[in-house]
């Protein structure tokens, strides 16, 4: 550290910089490092707005000018430090070869002395029509901007709103819609019946004229396009529409009450997209009902869905267990058919049992993604003979007569809300012994499948913490006298 009090022109760049030096040839207000200052002006000051003056601080090493006033001088005087200041960031400048490259040029104004020397250092300028195509050619270049997981859907005005409760039941309806993320919604909505008309939420148009940007700002936009449009009547009956038309909340007097047609209850929005996050198509499907004064305040569906171009949806069997009624989720490796284990006849009958495409695995969850291999349950193929004790006849031929299938499942997660999960499935292949027919005869064999689920959950056992030790001394003297 170099302690000087000397003029400020000894020390070089750094010194020379101050922040607070805003008027020219004029000393300003508790400004210590102005140059304009004296020590008649230092006698009024209360203390230096600015204490410490540093130069870049991209540098690993740099000088720092620290000042102070000495109120005990008479008069008082203004005392600066030269300081060696070291940078914590290991990503900093040692040494600089080219100073001016750590500051902006100041650009040279034109004038009448320098303008045909600017105009030839210059790439020049043309003001003719083809320039003007040529710039509007470039406005209409595709941008590489693509959506990403969760970033909300862009609309021409604003983005696609996505009604859903947040922090109560009620609709809000600035909610985005984020891409990539399917939801599945219900809230409520309360109305005025005799203000149904006027109500934005309960039109088709709401939700079908926005038009979705196929890329974050891009000018390319996306249609929303109505695919089917469901009436419900007050007694629940469904009808389909056979046109697609949007239709308006009407208000019907009925009597000693109100109703409203045509108002939205389910609203499913389904959405094609690319691999490079673009949007491609966008499909609508409504359920319009009729709402009276009783079903006040309305409760309303939302759904959206994300479909990939050239894939077919997966319908899932639950999310995440197995819901009681739906399919089981499976799926095989391609491989190459050996040789026929016996008879044309017996390889037909086993292909009827197997089925076309008998899958290799099984998901463990009804939601299981196919790329999580290493989840699914492999499925245990057995072959069994019914006659393995006794002998086998010497014109005779091992036929499948039976497919046995056993699934086994446990109640997998918390006690409250436990889920379906298979843990094994067994193929079983239950073969006999039939004498073969001459030719010109018949014979008609009768042949079965099974599939049975096993619950192998073990018994639930509540947890509780071990009870804590008691490690507590008494006073050696604590029953004296009595001990």
Known sequence: MITAHCSLDL?????????????????????????????????????????????????CSQKAVMYSLNFTANPPQRVFKLVEQISPSIFCIHITNYKPALSFINPEVPDENNFDTLMKTSDGFTLNAESDISFTTKLDIPTTAKYKYGVPLQTSDSFLRFPSSLTSSLCTDNNPAAFLVNQAVRCTRKINLEQCEEIEALSMAFYSSPEILRAPDSRTKVPITVQSVLIQSLNKTLTRREDTDVLQPALVNAGHFHLCMNV???????????????VTKADLSFLLGTVSSVVVPLQQKFEIHFLQENTKPVPLSGNPGYVVGLPLAAGFQPHKIGALPCRLVAQKVKNLLWGQGFPDYVAPFG????????????????????????????????????????????KYGSLLNPQAKIVNVTANLISSSFPEVSSGNERTILISTAVTFVDVSAPAEAGFRAPPAINARLPFNFFFPFV
């Open 11 to 59: 020390l070089g760049s750094v010194a020379a910089l101050c922040v607070c030096d805003l008027s020219p040839a004029q000393c300003d207000v508790n400004c210590c490092c102005d140059p304009d200052c004296s020590s008649v002006d230092f006698s009024v000051f209360s203390a230096c707005s600015v204490p410490v003056v540093t130069g870049d601080s991209q540098f």
């Open 264 to 278: 939205v209850l389910e609203v499913k929005y389904s959405l094609t997209y690319t691999d490079r996050g673009e």
């Open 367 to 410: 939601n299981s993604q196919a790329q999580d291999v290493l989840d699914w349950v492999p499925i245990h193929f057995i072959t069994q003979s019914f006659n393995r004790k006794h002998s086998v006849l010497q014109d005779s031929c091992q036929l499948p007569g039976a497919l046995v299938i056993e699934v086994k499942w446990t």
